[in-house]
């Protein structure tokens, strides 16, 4: 992650990144006869493009991200010269097709992966999922089943992330537990999670979608 050597001192950030693939050239050339992924999360931190650096920051740390961006272009193209053992996977959340990413580097990698958001089926057995820890799971789903089939397929159309299901879950949850504090002791409700996904206001993927489209 980009919080493993980046710092507050001018510098020091391009040192820790230097290290970082130092140490995997040194890892992946005593070991030729294995092979290793490494993956880098976020990485639009680190490769953002060089206009958008320069039209945001200034000074000392200005300079330090643009070094930081060179190490690791050049590095990629080191790894791919002395350790073919090694493939480096960059994750974001930022689509490449809005220049959200340096082409320089995405030049660099060999394929991108786009991610789409999942289906109603998908959201249908990841709720299951997440329901796993209330009381009664298998009779409120069984119960529930139609209502859970219908709420999946409105989160679909909503494009929802498995972070927004997780977050709905856990928001019914807490809906749940002050009826309990409060003295009304039942079990889990459909209507916690209808209630937890009309309050979402924006779902990861609506927010990509023109203002006018929602």
């Known amino acids: 992650m980009h919080s493993d050597y980046n710092s507050m001192w001018a510098g020091e950030g391009v040192d820790k990144l230097k290290k970082v693939f130092e140490n995997i050239l040194k890892t992946a050339k005593n070991n030729s006869d294995k092979k290793y992924v490494v993956t880098f999360n976020e990485i639009d931190a680190m490769v953002a493009p060089a206009d958008k650096i320069t039209d945001k920051t200034a000074g000392t740390h200005w300079v330090s991200i643009l070094e930081e961006r060179s190490v690791f272009l050049n590095y990629l193209e080191i790894l791919k010269e002395k350790a073919p053992n090694v493939t480096i996977i960059g994750t974001t959340n930022i689509s490449p097709r809005n220049n959200g990413l340096d082409r320089a580097a995405m030049s660099r990698f060999q394929n991108i992966v786009e991610v789409p958001y999942p289906d109603k089926e998908c959201l249908y057995e990841a709720l299951k999922m997440n329901l796993g820890k209330i009381k009664n799971k ?20 909503r494009r929802f992330s498995f972070r927004n299901l997780e977050y709905i879950v856990n928001d019914a949850k807490s809906y749940h537990l002050d009826d309990c504090v409060n003295g009304k002791k039942s079990d889990f409700k459909f209507e916690y ?11 990861d993927g609506e927010l990509e979608k023109p203002a006018d489209k929602i």
């Open 193 to 203: 999670l209808k209630k937890s996904e009309e309050k979402l206001k924006f779902s």
């Open 138 to 157: 298998d009779k409120f789903i069984s119960e529930n089943d139609n209502q859970l089939q219908d709420l999946a397929q409105k989160m679909a159309e």
